[in-house]
């Protein structure tokens, strides 16, 4: 329960943190300058990245779209991701819902994840310097294919210019989406983790100790001390 609560926290807080759109960008930079565009949407973590690639998908008639869409698939870290579209809102009205998507969940091996950063650009095709952008970092598995943002932005203000932009970003019906996704090595295997159906025995070997009302920090303390073999060498000469 601690676990996860502080993980939705941090999840809540860091969300505030990272995700930016162009309003506080100062220098305006082309889409297409792609290494440059993905430290400026990318901020350092302090993880190591196992790969980076980045994926643009040209949307045309606009109007005519479906309520759901899926971008052209492509490969970061050795697996299959594509952008989720909803043109007109996700359960929420007059905005643009839009989410990096895992592809193929049901053929991942038990217990699969990735650990990625990512941004989602969208910006006008004629005029890459006009663009609106969100960011964010997840620990997808296959129950959790998808992450990303329902209100990415009102609908009605990507249709005229405005907030500084001279173009509209969907302009005659079109705008592009670009995708900047970075994974991350995760050699512990609990990044990001939520410990949510977290079964410590199977996957460590130990099990915790559960919480009786108010023994949540006794309980952190003595698991912290069963951890170094000097004081668990003195309770547990046997165990080593």
Partial sequence: MIFHIYYHITKIVMSFIYQSTTEDDLTPLSVTDNETIANRVLPELGQETEDFKHSTWHITN?????????????????????????????????????????????????????????????????DPTQYIYHHAFHRFTAKEQDWGFTRFYKLKKLLVPCENRTLAIIENGSANITAFVRVFKDPTGFLWHNFINYDSKKETGYTGLYNQGATGYMNSLLQSLYCIPYFRNLQYPHRG
């Fill in 62 to 126: 606009w109007q005519n779209l479906e309520e759901r869409i899926t971008g052209p698939e492509f490969e970061v870290g050795g697996w299959k991701w594509r952008i989720l579209l909803f043109p007109f809102g996700n359960n929420s009205k007059n905005v643009v819902s839009i989410y990096l998507d895992f592809v193929d969940p049901l053929d991942a091996p038990e217990g699969w994840h990735s650990c990625a950063q990512f941004a989602l650009v969208m910006w006008n095709p004629k």
